[in-house]
Nanobody, 126 residues
Framework: EVQFVESGGGLVQAGGSLRLSCAAS????????IGWFRQAPGKEREGVSC????????YYADSVKGRFTVSSDNAKDTVYLQMNSLKPEDTAVYYC???????????????????WGKGTLVTVSS
């Protein structure tokens, strides 16, 4: 059974940084796209950043480009999201999710993901 456990969320002031981690278990596939999604209260879930295991390509939502960086450590089965220069509008529950298969990082669509973690809350105060 595939499981994702997110950690690293918390309360931070605007301009601060956080690093989210997504630890995967039962995940022994070669080709997949994995990434981070977020959902703010009253808003639709959106893709923030994804990375392809197949070609290493990445995707970033326009709202986070230049501030967030996605990376993976295959030896630890962990995906990270480094978030810098945080803004109050980044406040949301952040989820880790993946879709099996050969996809580029641009396949960062919440409705296409197969497996989800339970999320970690990020709150950015102004």
């Amino acid at each position: 059974e595939v499981q994702f456990v997110e950690s690293g969320g918390g309360l931070v002031q605007a301009g601060g940084s956080l690093r989210l981690s997504c630890a995967a278990s039962g995940f022994t596939f070669d080709d997949y796209v994995i990434g981070w999604f977020r959902q703010a209260p009253g808003k639709e879930r959106e893709g923030v950043s994804c990375i392809s295991s197949s070609d290493g390509s990445t995707y970033y939502a326009d709202s986070v480009k230049g501030r967030f960086t996605v990376s993976s450590d295959n030896a630890k089965d962990t995906v990270y999201l480094q978030m810098n220069s945080l803004k109050p509008e980044d406040t949301a529950v952040y989820y880790c999710a993946a879709r099996l298969g050969y996809y580029s990082g641009s396949y960062c669509r919440y409705y296409g993901m197969d497996s989800w973690g339970k999320g970690t809350l990020v709150t950015v105060s102004s």
